[in-house]
Nanobody, 123 residues
């Protein structure tokens, strides 16, 4: 059974930092793109960052560019700096079932999702 498990969320003041991790079990995603999404209450799930299978290419939502950094080795990470109250959301990691050569930014393109980790940024 494939599982993605996020960790690292929490409560932080505006301007602070958090590092999220996503660990996979049940299969390897070394050859697949992976992504981070977030969902705030009453809002749709939105793309935050994505990374190609070899880590050589990344993509970010405009709202997080310059503040967040996605990376991967045996797990996937999201380093979040200069956090703002509007970054408050449940953050999810995701992976597709099939190989894609490109970074996927639509939630519908992903098949596997973690349970989410809450990030709360206080003002």
């Amino acid at each position: 059974q494939v599982q993605l498990v996020e960790s690292g969320g929490g409560l932080v003041q505006a301007g602070g930092s958090l590092r999220l991790s996503c660990a996979a079990s049940g299969r390897t995603f070394r050859n697949d793109p992976m992504g981070w999404f977030r969902q705030a209450p009453g809002q749709e799930r939105e793309f935050v960052a994505g990374i190609r299978w070899n880590g050589g290419k990344t993509a970010y939502a405009d709202s997080v560019k310059g503040r967040f950094t996605i990376s991967r080795d045996v797990a996937m990470y999201l380093q979040m700096n200069s956090l703002k109250p509007e970054d408050t959301a449940v953050y999810y990691c995701a992976a597709p079932r099939n190989f894609s050569p490109t970074i996927l930014t639509s939630p519908g393109r992903y098949d596997y999702w973690g349970q989410g980790t809450q990030v709360t940024v206080s003002s």
